[in-house]
T-cell receptor, first 114, second 119 residues
């Protein structure tokens, strides 16, 4: 069974540009989460989808970040325009419906804004 | 709000020896789960071990065990017989749960501990 897959694994962009990160969850998982780790700090929650609906987006830092989950399958996280402080590792995780004590993580996308 | 603190940015251990990683947390929730996740270099983060707060018995998974001290809000990870493949970043994490044991919301993570196992 395929795990959670994230694309790209690395991205280097200039300040002001747009970047779109993609996450393919484990098939059948209704729950999808985005997290971010800024250099040297803890991993922080960004938002949570249940199928295609945003259950909790309280962690989204500002309106430059837009997350979507088309048809309850894969999800994208777009940063527009990117700022230097957006650099970090973006993790996606998915979990089955209901009891969700375990989240399965992707390998992360390392974003560097220069 | 919950907080999770890992006070050891880096640790090292010789192969075959035992190492303990520390984690403390703070919460007002009555029920919750605690986790240790491992992220090897350039690889996916995987679950190492999980502890349910209402269970007094410490969780164990092969060479990995926890020392869960609920009153002290401490959740340390012990790795016995360390192997080179244990080299990774280790994250302690917390998730709230309802009385029925169903978790809800998001994971709250600590800052991580880089563990290096030396041959």
């Amino acid at each position: 069974e395929a795990g959670v897959t994230q694309f790209p694994s690395h991205s280097v962009i200039e300040k002001g540009q747009t970047v779109t990160l993609r996450c393919d969850p484990i098939s059948g998982h209704d729950n999808l989460y985005w997290y971010r780790r800024v250099m040297g700090k803890e991993i922080k929650f960004l938002l949570h989808f249940v199928k295609e609906s945003k259950q909790d987006e309280s962690g989204m830092p500002n309106n430059r970040f837009l997350a979507e989950r088309t048809g309850g399958t894969y999800s994208t996280l777009k940063v527009q325009p990117a700022e230097l402080e957006d650099s970090g590792v973006y993790f996606c995780a998915s979990g089955p419906r209901g009891l969700n004590t375990e989240a399965f993580f992707g390998q992360g996308t390392r974003l560097t804004v220069v | 709000a919950q907080t999770v603190t890992q006070s050891q940015p880096e640790m090292s251990v010789q192969e075959a020896e035992t190492v303990t990683l520390s984690c403390t947390y703070d919460t007002s929730e009555n029920n919750y789960y605690l986790f240790w996740y491992k992220q090897p270099p350039s690889r996916q983060m995987i679950l190492v071990i999980r502890q349910e707060a209402y269970k007094q018995q410490n969780a164990t998974e092969n060479r990995f065990s926890v020392n869960f001290q609920k009153a002290a809000k401490s959740f340390s990870l012990k790795i016995s017989d360390s192997q080179l493949g244990d080299t990774a970043m280790y994250f302690c994490a917390f998730i709230a749960a309802n009385a029925g044991g169903t978790s809800y919301g998001k994971l709250t993570f600590g800052q991580g501990t880089i563990l290096t196992v030396h041959p």
